[in-house]
């Protein structure tokens, strides 16, 4: 009976919470904590109603290392589950180094007051993990996670070289709110008006953000699509562990209305992350446009249409010959809401999220030291999938098309 501690009680979390209980034979104990008690005690509600599961909760503060490795020595689980934010992740990860307990988190690390992304803070833990006999996994999410994963089972089974990697990250929801982000909106606006990153020839290539995009159509009915080239973290992972890719680039779709109300409050100034003083209080402009913005967790009700999310991949098959491949999903934002009262990002980020820490409680993906999900073996990963609700289409596709695509 493995115990596992879900660190973060947001729109993810309730997703985690739902599924994690939902495959009892491997979470035998769940404990949910977060920095608001209050908050993992409702989803605990909604899991015994919808699972007739118990699940423990407290509160805790994860940037306070002494608190959370006194809770991990009282509690002893097998496994810290990390769906706080990315702040978060390495107060956690030295707390599980002190207390010897595995990690999992499915975002990478960023400090507060810089909003740029790298690996490089995580990797130097590998070490220190490995020393102790410990097992991280990076990015459990969907993007980086199963996006990771899709790689690496197109180049298990597929592929001898990958040359072209393109992540297209699609939301066909339409949640009714003039503006809203699909998970945290700090996070989330961060990522977005960062400047774009993508890798050409063995370097990182620069770019305005959201300064190249293209129409997209997406398979089985979804929809077309403006989508938006953007540096999201897994490039800087995929493109380390796999070296023959010579281009990856990630996009995303996003509607004419939410650029429009984007540009507006970047030129406001409501996404700086500089401390304003206001009244005699320092407040962080970006912070407080998330407490007013609607609560991502909270859009399920209203949330109708698909996401699909896949890679397009170009190179050589093991036969030699040049070929492509289209990997996806798609998913149903009412249908997650039926199953578990949330929206499809956070059920996409959720359900991986589960899924990781399955593969590493059952030993499976359990090595000693800090992994990138594309390290580990895809294949169990990939008919779990199948199995807990994110089921995946494999597609050959036309080499001049997927060539068109990546721009080469
Ligand atoms: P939310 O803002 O909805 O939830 C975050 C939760 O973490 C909140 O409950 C918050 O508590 C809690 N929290 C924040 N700080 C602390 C702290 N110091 N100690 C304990 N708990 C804390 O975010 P989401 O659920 O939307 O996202 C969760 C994570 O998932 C993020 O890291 C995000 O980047 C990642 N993500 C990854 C994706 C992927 O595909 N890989 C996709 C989408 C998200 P409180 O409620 O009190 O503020």
């Known amino acids: 009976m493995k115990h596992v501690l879900i660190v973060g009680a947001g729109g993810v979390g309730h997703v985690v919470a739902h599924k994690c209980a939902q495959v009892r034979e491997t979470f035998g104990k769940i404990t949910l904590a977060s920095r608001t008690l209050s908050k ?7 899991v015994k109603n919808r699972t007739d599961r118990d699940i423990a909760t407290r509160q805790l503060d994860a940037d306070d290392v002494p608190s959370t490795v006194a809770l991990l020595n009282e509690l ?4 810290v589950l990390n769906v706080a ?10 707390a599980c180094l002190e207390a010897g307990v595995d990690y999992l988190d499915t975002a ?8 740029k992304f790298e690996y490089s803070h995580q990797w130097a833990y590998q ?3 490995r020393e102790k006999g410990l097992s991280a996994l990076l990015g459990s999410g969907f993007d980086p996670g199963v996006t990771g994963v899709f790689t690496a089972y197109a180049l298990k089974h597929h592929f001898s070289e990958i040359h072209t990697l393109d992540i297209i990250d699609v939301n066909g929801g339409d949640h009714g709110h003039p503006f809203a982000t699909n998970f945290n909106p700090e996070i989330n606006i961060r990522e977005v008006t960062a400047p774009c990153r993508h890798w050409e020839n063995g370097e990182f290539v620069e770019t305005e953000a959201m300064s190249t995009h293209q129409s997209f159509t997406c398979p089985e009915d979804v929809g077309t699509y403006e989508i938006y080239r953007m540096y999201h973290e897994e490039l800087e992972s995929l493109t380390k562990h796999i070296p023959t890719i010579r281009r990856a680039q990630f996009w995303m779709s996003f509607s004419s209305n939410y650029l429009k109300h984007l540009e507006v409050l970047q030129n406001v100034g409501m ?6 003083t206001y009244q005699g209080q320092d407040i962080v402009p970006l912070q407080f446009l998330k407490a007013v913005l609607p609560n991502p ?3 399920g009700a209203s949330t109708k249409g698909r996401t699909c999310i896949g890679n397009i991949m170009t190179g050589l098959d093991k036969n030699g010959k040049e070929s492509a491949l289209y990997l996806y999903n798609i998913c149903d934002h009412e249908t997650c809401f039926q199953e578990v009262g949330s929206q499809a990002i956070s059920y996409t980020t959720g359900v991986p999220a589960m899924i990781g820490a399955k593969q590493m409680l059952s030993g499976n993906w359990r090595k000693p030291g800090v992994w990138n999900i594309e390290q580990h073996d895809p294949d169990a990963f990939m008919t779990d999938l199948m199995k807990y609700g994110l089921p995946w289409t494999l597609r050959e596709m036309d080499l001049a098309e997927a060539r068109r695509f990546s721009g080469k």
Do not use: K
């Open 297 to 299: 967790g909270d859009l």
């Open 271 to 276: 996404t700086g992350i500089e401390p304003v």
């Open 85 to 94: 934010l990315p702040y978060q992740d390495l107060p956690l990860m030295d």
């Open 127 to 129: 070490d220190r993990f």
């Open 76 to 79: 002893r689980p097998d496994l």
């Open 40 to 46: 993992c005690d409702a989803i605990a509600v909604e």
């Open 108 to 115: 990478n690390y960023e400090s507060p007051e810089e909003a």
